[in-house]
């Protein structure tokens, strides 16, 4: 397992945080903060910053605290608190007793908001929702003031005073900051900073009736928690000035670095939690939880491990600027985690009877099979072996194209681990033609060996013995969209969903070892894929898998392409 405990490689983000160490900005402190707001489950995005985030405060000997940036009453819920908490412990990060909630600093922000009034530098103002969108203009029009913009303090004081006491409607004031109304930034055209809005609160209840907005409350509440690197996605680069000058203006004693790096986006999936709460209410997948989803629960029950999260997140590194991973990529860091500790099992997925005609009946042999072979400290399991088997249907053709390797009238080939056998007859369903069991021989000299006279048997197919195996039900699993980039359609991303997204096959055979497996337990089936033993569906007597990915490996494809 490559990377996961050596140190990152550097970004411009460490660069900046290594010059401020240098020169004692933050006086050698390094404090982040991981801030969801608790509206929806954590994704593979927010992965990324919170390996960011967690990895660049244990790099530089500093801590990252756990925020709810729950500042937004509508949508936000204890139980997203408690899958976002779940989330992140399981990603393998650790935030001590720095669980924090923005809501918990709700008096303190509106104490600095009447800080602002008492200098003059915010006002209440009375204009409509869509009066203040008109007015603050465009990038090429210059916005214009507000005609409350100068109330006299005392008026605004009484005023916020009487918001906060639920005087007044929803939406009938708003506290806005008295910046400039022409700035070239569209943000620092006096943005609002307070709104009434009457919603119970999940933490607070219905204490508050105003809320602060995102721009405002996030500042102080890093402030507020000496927070020395801010790290946030690009949309808020706009958004940095106002950031400074926020602070400066309540001349606070905590002044955080904000620095913006560019979202992750994910080939052939959708991160935004917006548009994740729609596939959820709309049913077009189980829940957050859903095995197709990007969400870090999905992926958890899916079967995907920590470790390959992490992986992934280090290797596609941080930058400036927005592009489009290839899931193939995540995909390949998962393989690359299991290869190494994934023992290697045999299982049939879609079981084809091969009848071993000179095979005595009611023999059993067993064959040892190594765990995995390229290690063999991971030991090895006895499989047995009997005079009817499955194979997997597509390993027998009744015409063989070219290329094909694997079984087919008249041909031979080795099953995994044990003899070479050799076709001699099939039977098929008088009504529909579908071949339904397959008649070979065995060669029993080839136990383990090639044949002595020489000829070449090239293909190896897995087998189960049909006494001897036990029934499974696999899901399988393929990407959750059909096309590459769903979020840059127009019209309704859910068009774009693939139909065959889960595969269920409830007719597999797995090898008898498998019997006594622990929920939980992850496996490589041999030339089908890494497959996790769902503690959720399976039950004593029951084994659900869920395929984590199959073996071919896309992304090692078109890497080793472009390195030629
Ligand atoms: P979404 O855009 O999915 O609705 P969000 O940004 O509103 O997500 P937050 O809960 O505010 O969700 O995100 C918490 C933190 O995670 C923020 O610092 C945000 O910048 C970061 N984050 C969110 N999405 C991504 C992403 N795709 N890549 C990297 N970081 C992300
Ligand atoms: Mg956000």
């Not at 009375?126 to 005392?154: C, F, M, V």
């Amino acid at each position: 397992m490559a990377q996961t405990n050596s140190s990152p490689p550097s970004d411009f983000i460490r660069e900046m945080i290594e010059e401020h160490i240098r020169s004692n900005r933050f006086q050698g402190r390094v404090a982040t903060r991981f801030p969801p707001e608790p509206n929806g489950y954590l994704h593979v995005g927010h992965a990324k910053s919170i390996c960011l985030n967690f990895g660049i405060a244990a790099q530089y000997k500093g801590a990252c605290n756990l925020r709810m940036d729950d500042t937004d009453p509508s949508g936000e819920s204890l139980e997203y608190v408690e899958s976002i908490i779940n989330d992140v412990r399981w990603l393998g990060f650790d935030w001590e007793d720095r669980l924090f909630y923005a809501s918990d600093y709700f008096e303190q922000l509106y104490q600095f908001a009447v800080q602002l009034i008492e200098t003059g530098k915010a006002y209440v103002c009375s204009l409509s929702a869509d009066e203040i969108r008109e007015q603050r203009g465009t990038l090429t029009e210059p916005g214009k003031e507000s005609p409350y913009r100068n109330r006299s303090i005392e008026e605004n004081l009484a005023l916020f005073a009487q918001m906060r006491a639920g005087k007044f409607e929803d939406g009938a004031h708003v506290l806005r900051a008295k910046i400039d109304m022409v700035s070239p930034n569209i943000t620092m055209r006096d943005p609002v900073f307070y709104r009434i809005k009457r919603a119970t609160h999940y933490r607070t209840g219905t204490q508050w009736c105003i809320y602060p907005m995102y721009d405002f409350a996030h500042c102080l509440s890093d402030s507020i928690e000496k927070i020395t690197h801010s790290i946030c996605t690009l949309e808020f680069e706009n958004n940095r000035p106002l950031y400074d000058w926020i602070l400066d203006q309540l001349n606070v004693d905590y002044h955080p670095q904000q620095i913006e790096f560019a979202r992750l986006n994910l080939s052939y999936t959708i991160l935004s939690k917006r548009r994740l709460i729609e596939l959820v209410g709309r049913e077009h997948v189980t829940g957050w939880d859903d095995p197709r989803m990007p969400t870090i629960a999905g992926m958890r029950g899916r079967g995907y491990t920590p470790e390959a999260i992490r992986n992934f997140c280090a290797r596609i590194g941080v930058a400036k600027n927005d592009n489009l991973v290839d899931i193939s990529l995540l995909e390949h860091c998962v393989r690359e985690d299991l290869n190494e500790r994934a023992p290697r099992v045999m299982g049939v997925l879609r079981p084809l009877r091969v009848v071993i005609d000179n095979y005595p009946e009611g023999q059993v042999e067993e064959f040892e099979c190594p765990n995995r072979p390229q290690n063999p400290g991971m030991g090895s399991r006895m499989v047995p072996f009997s005079r009817v088997l499955y194979i997997e249907q597509e390993d027998f053709h009744e015409n063989p194209p070219k290329k094909y390797y694997r079984l087919g009238p008249g041909r031979e080939v080795r099953l995994r681990y044990s003899f070479i056998i050799k076709c001699v007859n099939m039977v098929k369903d008088k009504q529909t033609g579908e071949i339904v069991e397959v008649h070979c021989t065995y060669d029993p000299e080839t136990r383990n060996g090639p044949p002595s006279d020489g000829r070449k048997v090239e293909g190896v197919i897995h087998w189960v013995s049909a006494n001897h195996s036990v029934p499974a039900e696999v899901r399988l699993y393929d990407r959750l969209f059909q096309i590459a980039d769903p979020m840059a359609k127009e019209d309704d991303f859910t068009k774009y969903l693939n139909p065959r997204s889960l595969e269920t096959l409830t007719s597999c055979r797995v090898e008898s070892s498998l019997a006594g497996a622990l929920p939980g337990s992850r496996f490589q089936f041999e030339r089908l894929g890494y497959f996790y033993l769902d503690p959720k569906d399976s039950s004593p007597g029951k084994l659900v898998f869920n395929r984590i990915v199959p073996l071919r490996d896309s992304w090692a494809k078109v890497a080793s392409q472009e390195k030629k």
